[in-house]
């Protein structure tokens, strides 16, 4: 399979845990994003990463969220003193970066409930 | 801040329907893509439409893009139950040099047999 990858798929943590989520993007893209969705909603853009650099980041990514790609392949996205109003899917998503369309391939997500 | 107002929001249709999914905003976008989401999964690229005015058919969708390219048109024609899920509309800003992509709140789409 050459698509996107999440894992895990769900995390169940209690409030105040921290929790890091990892994707593996399509092999050779170098565009790599992380979104939140939450139920009834539309992605909403977290961070985005062109290689190993984190070229933005939305307000919606408070001081408790920190996102890597240390080797411009795989992703983490870490989470620390968990809130319940995290709770949602976590989508990661790819590009090859062309110019144009900027296609974005997703990966299955990873779906966060704060207990 | 661009934004896109996706209608109806929910929909319950009879297999054989048709029905139209509308994508709308006051801003320019670059190119909109339309994805098709399953309960638990990410989201599945359906089609990228980018020529103001343009209109691109994957079997019983038809997907068009506004002239102003501010707004987009999802089309299926005889619905089927397989055709149910969340379906997403996505802008790309004009002056993205990023890329993310700019999400209307879906509109959840139920074809009963």
């Known amino acids: 399979d050459t698509g996107v990858s999440q894992n895990p798929r769900h995390k169940i943590t209690k409030r105040g845990q921290n929790v890091t989520f990892r994707c593996d993007p399509i092999?050779?893209?170098?565009?790599l994003y992380w979104y939140r969705q939450t139920l009834g909603q539309g992605p909403e853009f977290l961070t985005y990463?062109?290689?190993?650099?984190?070229?933005?980041k939305s307000r919606l990514l408070s001081d408790r969220f920190s996102a890597e790609r240390p080797k411009g392949s795989f992703s983490t996205l870490e989470i620390q003193r968990t809130e319940q109003g995290d709770s949602a899917m976590y989508l990661c998503?790819?590009?090859?970066?062309?110019?144009?369309?900027?296609?974005?391939?997703f990966g299955p997500g990873t779906r966060l409930t704060v207990l | 801040t661009q934004l896109l107002e996706q209608s109806p929001q929910f929909l319950s249709i009879q297999e054989g329907e048709n029905l139209t999914v509308y994508c709308n905003s006051s801003?320019?976008?670059?190119?909109l893509q339309w994805y098709r989401q399953e309960p638990g999964e990410g989201p599945v690229l359906l089609v990228t439409?980018?020529?103001?005015?343009e209109v691109k058919k994957l079997k019983r969708l038809t997907f068009q893009f506004g002239d102003a390219r501010k707004d987009s048109s999802l089309h299926i024609t005889a619905a089927q139950p397989g055709d149910t899920g969340l379906y997403l509309c996505?802008?790309?800003?004009?002056?993205?040099?990023?890329?993310?992509?700019?999400f209307g709140q879906g509109t959840t789409l139920q074809v009963k047999p």
């Open positions: 439409v980018v020529t103001g005015g």
């Open positions: 092999s050779e893209h170098n565009r």
């Open positions: 996505a802008g790309l800003g004009s002056s993205s040099n990023t890329g993310k992509l700019i």
């Open positions: 990463f062109q290689n190993e650099a984190q070229l933005e």
């Open positions: 998503a790819s590009s090859p970066g062309l110019a144009g369309a900027n296609e974005q391939f």
């Open positions: 801003s320019v976008f670059s190119s």
